[in-house]
């Protein structure tokens, strides 16, 4: 084991190097924030790829392989599904409004008004993502170290929010690219091709397990709609994402580049069913589905290799769980603190100003909320449950108010509003009834939703023109005050942040 661990040590100090290449870097808050703006198709894909394929979708994703066949694949598939629509049908849009978080675009369409308590949502969402992401470090470390839970945790914790606190997202996206490039090579090209040989190749596969293995839709027709409401639809509306939007440098590359990267997922996701069903072949009495992952890593491949594919899994957990970080500290300081603190000159207000003191604030806010995260972390122990609560709340709030500012001319903030306190008080008490993990909740709480929506920004006056014409302009790439990054290539220069 001592090469494995000496694989998972230089990649755990190159982590760190590039959390203080990041910091050199990090001039201003747009560097800090969205990596200036800058980057270009390949940077973008894989540091997106990245983000949305955490431990979760690894460890999780062979799990479900391990217990469901092939058909286990479709909770992954679902979030390639999500990041496609996002880029195909959004993205484009989305990078042109040169904001940083989702609530300054609810502002920006609805007049104000809406970015408290959206920010809210958003905060408690961005906050158990980390959470979650978190606690994977316990599964990784103590198979690596046989290290205590929680010294597990504060390892890895402490390790994602020095590069995260130090460089802001030049760290996060530098050290996302060299985990995607650790996730290609350690589940793609080694374990996943290992894994079939070992389990006697596909026609050995098929002998010794059940034919509902491999149906296509075995894991049932009601749980795949689920994973589409709780994460197709995650993907199009997460801060997390968004805030990766907002790194490309013009709306080609957040379209083409985010295409790349959900196809990408799709491939991830059937490569992760098949070695969990390869593990089912080779071990058909584990204890929990989710020891699947490790379990063939360890007694299956060969020292060297064994500790790249820990590194693998390693990469997809802090990836997540920084993306998910830098956004609740985003979220928290430009929607809650900033909206909530006393009055500032325009140049310290969210959006405007730049320079170090805008960059040490937000450091300060993304440390702050890593302890905070940690923290959380060792008291936490139901991990699905957390994670299901934050996206329940994310899709059923949040999801109608954003796609019908995008989509509705007539949506107004009162709809939004509604749509929001209704929505996601609707999932609040259907968790509480039906239980955390129903399929109910989310479904009954998006119609509520919809229909708070609707009903609002029906009997209520239509948003102001002004307003609108200020929503068209941003959304065609044209801005009224300083420069705050490159615009698009494909429009004239643009300047700058105008906050509702």
């Keep these: 084991m001592a090469v494995d661990y000496a694989v998972i040590v230089v990649y755990l100090v190159g982590m760190l190097a590039m959390g203080w290449w990041g910091m050199r870097r990090a001039k201003s808050k747009s560097d800090f924030l969205v990596a200036g703006r800058r980057l270009g198709p390949a940077m973008y894909s894989g540091t997106m790829a990245a983000i949305v394929l ?8 062979v799990g479900l392989g391990y217990k469901y066949g092939l058909s286990g694949a479709w909770m992954v598939f679902t979030i390639g599904l999500g990041l496609l629509a996002l880029s195909v049908f959004f993205s484009a849009r989305i990078a042109r409004l040169k904001v940083y978080t989702v609530s300054e675009m609810l502002d920006l369409r609805y007049g104000g008004r809406a970015g408290v308590i959206s920010g809210v949502v958003m905060w408690a969402y961005t906050l158990m993502l980390a959470v979650t992401s978190t606690i994977a470090y316990a599964t990784i470390f103590d198979v690596l170290f046989d290290l205590h839970r929680t010294v597990a945790i504060i390892l890895g914790g402490a390790i994602v929010v020095a590069y995260s606190t130090l460089g802001g997202m030049w760290s996060i996206t530098l050290t996302d690219m060299v985990q995607f490039v650790v996730k290609t090579i350690g ?15 596909f026609g050995e596969m098929r002998a010794k397990l059940p034919t509902e293995y491999f149906a296509p839709f075995g894991i049932g027709g009601e749980t795949i709609f689920t994973y589409v409401l709780i994460y197709t639809f995650g993907m199009l509306i997460g801060q997390d994402i968004w805030q990766r939007v907002f790194t490309a440098r013009g709306a080609k590359v957040a379209r083409w580049g985010g295409t790349v990267a959900g196809t990408y997922c799709l491939v991830y996701a059937l490569a992760g069913a098949v070695i969990g069903t390869a593990a089912k072949v080779l071990y058909p009495n584990l204890g929990s589905q989710d020891d699947a992952f490790a379990t063939i890593v360890k007694d299956e491949l060969p020292i060297g290799v064994r500790g790249l594919v820990l590194a693998a899994a390693l990469a997809a957990v802090m990836s997540t769980s920084s993306g998910a970080l830098i956004a609740c500290a985003t979220v928290a300081n430009n929607d809650i603190w900033s909206r909530l603190r006393p009055r500032r000159t325009s140049a310290e207000r969210p959006g405007g100003g730049a320079g170090g003191d805008e960059v040490r604030g937000n450091r300060l806010f993304i440390l702050t909320m890593g302890v905070g995260v940690v923290v959380i972390a060792i008291a936490l ?29 007539r949506g107004t903030v009162y709809g939004a509003l509604a749509a929001v306190l209704v929505g996601g008080g609707a999932v609040i008490g259907l968790m509480a009834g039906y239980g955390i993990l129903a399929n109910e909740p989310i479904s009954y709480g998006l119609l509520s939703s919809l229909v708070a929506y609707l009903i609002g920004s029906l009997v209520t006056k239509p ?10 302009r941003r959304l065609a790439g044209e801005f009224s005050t300083g420069d705050d990054g490159p615009g698009d290539p ?11």
């Design 54 to 61: 955490g431990g979760a979708s690894t460890i999780g994703g």
């Design 187 to 201: 589940v793609l090209l080694l374990l996943l091709p290992i894994a079939v040989v070992k389990a006697g190749g």
């Design 381 to 409: 122990n139901n991990v699905v449950e957390a994670l299901t609560v934050a996206y329940n709340l994310l899709v059923g709030g949040l999801l109608v108010p954003i796609l019908g500012g995008l989509l509705w001319k």
């Design 463 to 472: 948003t102001d023109e002004a307003v609108l014409a200020e929503w068209r």
């Design 490 to 500: 494909e429009k004239p220069a643009v300047s700058g942040l105008v906050h509702s």
